[in-house]
């Protein structure tokens, strides 16, 4: 029971459509399981309430808000109902992000129209779910932000929107941990490597006309460690550690979880 007696808002708690757990519903089951109270947010209200059931199935304590990340005001809603609802909130993870679905592209090709929405959900929304969550932790002087990035971040990585956004996720990070470390506040991210969610390998099978297999293997391929994508515990693993007290001494950290794919990098 590592995060008893706290609360979560996970934005981006359900999961895109395809074989699998997303790193979002499995932090949230992770979460819950050791104890927290988990506020499933998404804009996808059905997912969001599929993950919250299995929490609740597994005798958890979960409730669902819907809320789109890039309106301000729905993000700034489920802050509050998390804090009306349990009186507090001890743990912000924006899991939200988008890339080929957001239909990001090369430098050649990134229409104005893509770039605006990849930076709108997975900067814009991280900021903003921030901004309305920090107030609250600086009162109790206390509480923990997780955001998932990606190794795309820092690799070579073919689409322009989402890299610039998961970069720009980096050095907010920073610049939050920093600024909010007198309130007892920290805030780490995460840059996931390839993973086997439904979101990064389903997804591309369906953009791309290929089958999951395939789409799988050439991931798998990529990965030193094992030669086999990680899954979504991986990350649900890192963000409960980094969420937890026994991180209390951390902050403005970026911690890789990919199977060594980043030590290539040097
Ligand atoms: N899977 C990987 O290989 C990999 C690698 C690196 C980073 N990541 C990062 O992991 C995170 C997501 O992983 P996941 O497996 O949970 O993805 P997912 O797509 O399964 O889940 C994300 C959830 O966010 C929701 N969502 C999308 N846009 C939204 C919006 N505007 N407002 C509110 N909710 C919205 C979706 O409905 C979905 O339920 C992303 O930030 C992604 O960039 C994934």
Not at 160 to 168: F, I, L
Request: charged share 20%; proline share 3%.
């Amino acid at each position: 029971m590592r995060l008893e007696g706290k609360t979560a808002v996970i934005m981006g708690a359900g999961q895109s459509p395809g074989e699998g757990l997303g790193n979002g519903r499995a932090t949230a089951l992770l979460f819950a399981r050791e104890g927290a109270r988990v506020l499933c947010v998404d804009r996808d209200l059905a997912s969001a309430t599929e993950t919250a059931e299995m929490i609740g199935g597994e005798g958890g304590d979960a409730a669902t808000f819907e809320a789109d990340v890039t309106r301000e005001a729905q993000v700034a809603a489920a802050v509050e109902q998390c804090r009306t609802r349990w009186g507090r909130l001890d743990i912000l993870h924006n899991n939200v992000g988008v890339s080929v679905a957001g239909g990001d592209a090369g430098v050649t090709e990134i229409t104005e129209e893509a770039f605006d929405r990849v930076m709108s959900v997975n900067l814009r929304g991280t900021v903003m779910a921030c901004k309305h969550a920090i107030p609250v932790m600086r009162e109790q002087r206390s509480g923990a932000i997780v955001s998932i990035s990606s190794v795309a971040a820092v690799e070579s990585y073919p689409w322009v929107a989402y890299k610039a956004s998961k970069m720009g996720m980096v050095a907010f990070t920073k610049q939050i941990a920093i600024q909010n470390a007198e309130y007892g506040i920290r805030a780490n991210v995460i840059l996931p490597g390839l993973m086997d969610t439904p979101m990064a390998v389903d997804t591309r099978a369906r953009a791309w006309n290929r089958s999951r297999e395939e789409v799988a293997a050439e991931r798998d391929a990529r990965i030193p460690l094992g030669g086999k994508m990680g899954t979504a515990w991986d990350v649900a693993y890192a963000a409960l550690y980094l969420a937890s007290d026994e991180a209390g001494f951390v902050t403005g950290v970026a911690l890789p979880v990919d199977g060594g794919t980043g030590c290539r990098i040097g």
